[in-house]
């Protein structure tokens, strides 16, 4: 079976850090790009950053680029987003979800799902 594990979620006062994992299992990471997306309260999700193994692309949105770093270890197949200077703009739920490997290029959607981790930033 597939799965996503998304954790690291959790309460950080503004100007802090956090590191959110998606663990897969039931395929490899070669195989497709993991994306994160987050949706606040009252808001419509939205990409965050996306990495493909196989191709080496990324995508960041333009509100995080500088601030969030994703990354992955084929070996532990599991993806990271270091997230660093947060505001509270940043808070909401973030989910990881595996894609076509061209997907951070923009194109084709999202095959699974993890479940969400909830980010809260205070001012």
């Known amino acids: 079976d597939v799965q996503l594990q998304a954790s690291g979620g959790g309460l950080v006062q503004a100007g802090g850090s956090l590191r959110l994992s998606c663990a897969a299992s039931?395929?490899?990471?070669?195989?497709?790009?993991i994306a994160w997306f987050r949706q606040a309260p009252g808001k419509e999700r939205e990409g965050v950053s996306c990495?493909?193994?196989?191709?080496?692309?990324?995508y960041y949105l333009g509100s995080v680029k500088g601030r969030f770093t994703i990354s992955s270890d084929n070996a532990k197949n599991t993806v990271y987003l270091e997230m660093s200077s947060l505001k509270p703009e940043d808070t909401a739920v973030y989910y990881c979800a595996a894609a076509p490997n061209y997907y951070c290029s923009g194109y084709g959607y999202p095959t699974w799902w993890g479940q969400g981790t909830l980010v809260t930033v205070s001012s």
């Open positions: 039931g395929f490899t990471l070669d195989d497709y790009a």
């Open positions: 990495i493909s193994s196989s191709d080496g692309s990324f």
